[in-house]
């Protein structure tokens, strides 16, 4: 059982930026592929990034690439989101999300895990 907790959402004017914090409880957050999604009011949830058990493999979504970074620390049970460069279209609810998966994978039925959610809200 893995518990996710996510921090850093907030108001931010266009162009500005943010990070976001998913905290893991439990021992075993190194085994786990974790990935960020977001979900807009009236739309599906959209996978934004995932980053493998090491690290050593990142994937993002065309929309956020060259904007938004993930990174994880093993060592302290940890995900990141950097935002940069936001936009009004950026607002939404972002969650974390956990799959027991060797690498990762871009379906969100395929994560097992996932935290309460953070709101994001760009201001233009």
């Known amino acids: 059982q893995v518990q996710l907790v996510e921090s850093g959402g907030g108001l931010v004017q266009a162009g500005g930026s943010l990070r976001l914090s998913c905290a893991a409880s439990?021992?075993?957050?190194?085994?786990?592929?974790m990935a960020w999604f977001r979900q807009a009011l009236g739309k599906e949830r959209e996978l934004l990034a995932a980053?493998?058990?090491?690290?050593?493999?990142?994937y993002y979504a065309d929309s956020v690439k060259g904007r938004f970074t993930i990174s994880r620390d093993n060592a302290k049970s940890t995900v990141y989101l950097q935002m940069n460069s936001l936009k009004p279209e950026d607002t939404a609810v972002y969650y974390c999300?956990?799959?027991?998966?060797?690498?990762?994978?871009?379906?969100?039925?395929?994560?097992?895990?996932w935290g309460q959610g953070t709101q994001v809200t760009v201001s233009s």
């Open positions: 999300a956990a799959a027991n998966r060797l690498a990762p994978v871009q379906v969100a039925s395929y994560y097992d895990y």
């Open positions: 980053i493998s058990r090491s690290a050593g493999v990142t």
């Open positions: 439990g021992r075993t957050f190194s085994t786990y592929v």
